[in-house]
């Protein structure tokens, strides 16, 4: 059909969606070429589409040495020789992935055993790629030959714009991109991480499936689909097509009994047969509706849970089966080694799965409890500080059951020096086990509007050296992170809605604006609970009670002792 047909088998394109309109794509302006690649300008024709990918790929900055066509066509010989590809075993960081066929015909098929193996010849750096057979599968479709096809993919993988995140090479980025997609699942899509929780032995597991989904399970005109905007937009556009995905799952499956005995099986058969309830066009719209954080803002994230990831030495896959991974909650909480008076094992395991994932790393530790340490502010502060982040639990003499989650060191609060100043970050959450389960996250995350710049805005969140993000990072100022969730990484209309954790030597206050989300006075005997802008939530229990106990949990790195 046309000089891009050459390893494509077209009884099983579906050509019905192909138009042979001569096609042209002039436009260079950013924005324009986004708005094109969502509304799928070049989608229905074949070889438009080819040619776009071309000039986008070639558009890509990389190293200075980077294989081309040539490059292949002088080592496809030596390396694979007269031998039949299908029976050379394939590099390592495959993993066993599928190698899909999409579309291809037996010559591609075969195209893509040698590209790949082509490939680990020259990029000896790659240590784990499971997207990379998909990504050849798929580019096959749009190349003249194996070599045009070996240039594209080495090009993506050889991209060095730092800000230009593409494919995950090592196990390192593609361990800590599964923790940011669950963290991200925790934020956009509760009613599917419930559901993950209540019937998985393993949440991260779960999630550690998404980019199978897409480079795998995803039939050929979804990922060409999303690969049309991914080449435009980046990693991102992974992330909230997998949210979507997941949505989707919980929506058509919500209430119906599991098809197999596995969460993980069930998901992967619904996104194999996603065309029967879900066409590719309405998958992005749902995808680009998800009002998800700034890039800059997911950097961080993932930079966070790379170092959380290093600082457990989890940075190669294991062979063994006694891989170090996420602790899930059944494992992280369980009856023999812990204990509260304020909440249940079932209850600890609930609040587990709301943390971020770095964190869900760690087991329970309970650094006070004023049944053995006293009723004492001072005391409160003493053994809480150094100590981030920590969980704050209350239990109320009408038996009501409270708490938040407070992502920063409480000694941060003599930064104000005697004035009571408010500290914490966006990662900061309040809520209420007692009467009925109801957790509030900080206002920005379902009203990204109102941040004024807008959560899709990527200039905002500037890089600054600040407070540490993780309980762990080292203390040299040098090697501290911009923390994940910022205020100040947002323009907020005014600064209720930042008010995240505060404390003096009078009182403990926990979200503020038009009110307060906890108040606790320095006796740690009385506190009262209200609406506020920050977490924009009802009272958490009773306005003002009396707290019968009050407890202060922190997180236990299992790995390191």
């Not at 000089?3 to 042979?20: G, H, I, L, N, T």
């Not at 291809?104 to 680990?120: D, M, Q």
């Not at 069930?266 to 998958?283: G, N, Q």
């Not at 849970?305 to 294991?318: C, D, P, R, S």
């Amino acid at each position: 059909m046309d000089e891009y047909s050459r390893f494509v088998d077209w009884d099983k394109m579906d050509v019905s969606a192909q138009s042979q309109d001569t096609k042209e794509l002039t436009c260079t302006d950013l924005h324009e070429l986004k708005q094109l690649a969502r509304q799928g300008y070049w989608a229905k024709n074949h070889s438009l589409r080819a040619k776009v990918y071309h000039r986008l790929i070639s558009n890509i900055p990389c190293r200075t040495v980077t294989p081309d066509a040539n490059v292949y066509r002088d080592i496809v010989v030596k390396i694979i020789g007269k031998r039949n590809s299908s029976s050379l075993p394939l590099p390592e960081f495959v993993d066993n992935s599928l190698i899909p066929t999409y579309c291809l015909n037996a010559e591609g098929v075969g195209a893509v055993r040698k590209i790949i193996l082509c490939i680990a010849n020259q990029f000896p750096d790659i240590s784990f790629c499971p997207a990379l057979p998909s990504v050849i599968a798929l580019l096959l479709h749009y190349s003249k030959d194996e070599a045009e096809c070996f240039e594209q993919v080495c090009r993506i993988l050889a991209c060095n714009d730092p800000s230009k995140r593409l494919i995950d090479q090592t196990f390192l980025a593609f361990e800590s991109s599964c923790m940011t997609f669950g963290d991200l699942v925790n934020k956009y899509c509760q009613a599917a991480h419930k559901l993950m929780v209540a019937v998985s032995e393993d949440v991260l597991e779960v999630y550690s499936d998404w980019q199978r989904w897409l480079f795998g399970e995803l039939p050929m005109a979804y990922v060409a689909r999303i690969f049309d905007v991914f080449l435009v937009e980046g990693y991102k556009v992974l992330y909230r097509v997998a949210l979507a995905l997941l949505k989707f799952f919980h929506k058509v499956r919500a209430g119906q009994p599991m098809e197999s005995d596995s969460i993980q099986q069930d998901i992967r058969a619904f996104v194999r047969d996603i065309a029967k309830s879900v066409s590719a066009e309405r998958l992005l719209e749902k995808a680009f509706a998800i009002r998800l954080f700034s890039r800059k803002e997911i950097q961080l994230l993932q930079m966070a849970n790379e170092k959380a990831l290093q600082q457990k030495g989890i940075t190669v896959k294991q062979k063994s089966l006694a891989t170090p991974k996420r602790q899930n909650v059944h494992l992280a909480v369980h009856a023999e080694n812990f204990k509260s008076e304020i909440v249940s094992v079932k209850e600890m395991r609930d609040i587990w799965s709301w943390i971020p994932e770095r964190f869900a790393l760690c087991q329970p530790l309970l650094l006070f409890t004023t049944l053995e340490h006293g009723c004492s502010l001072s005391r409160f502060y003493s053994h809480s500080e150094g100590h981030e982040p920590t969980l704050l639990l209350i239990k109320t003499t009408a038996k009501e059951v409270c708490g938040a989650y407070l992502s920063t060191d409480w000694s941060e609060r003599r930064r104000g020096g005697n004035k009571l100043s408010f500290f914490g970050t966006g990662e900061c959450f309040v809520f209420r086990l007692q009467p009925e389960v109801e957790r509030y996250e900080w206002v920005i995350i379902k009203h990204p509007e109102l941040a004024s710049t807008g959560s899709e805005t990527e200039n905002h969140a500037q890089p600054v050296s600040s407070t540490l993000s993780s309980s762990s990072i080292p203390s040299d100022p040098s090697d501290r992170l911009s923390p994940f969730l910022a205020a100040r990484h947002f323009n907020l209309p005014s600064k209720t809605a930042s008010m995240f954790m505060a404390g003096s030597s009078e009182c403990i206050i926990v979200g503020g604006g038009d009110g307060q989300a906890l108040y606790l006075d320095a006796d740690l005997n009385h506190g009262r609970t209200s609406h506020c802008n920050t977490f924009n939530n009802q009272p958490l229990c009773s306005e003002s009670f009396q707290i019968s106990i009050l407890e202060v949990w922190g997180f236990r790195d299992t790995m390191n002792g």
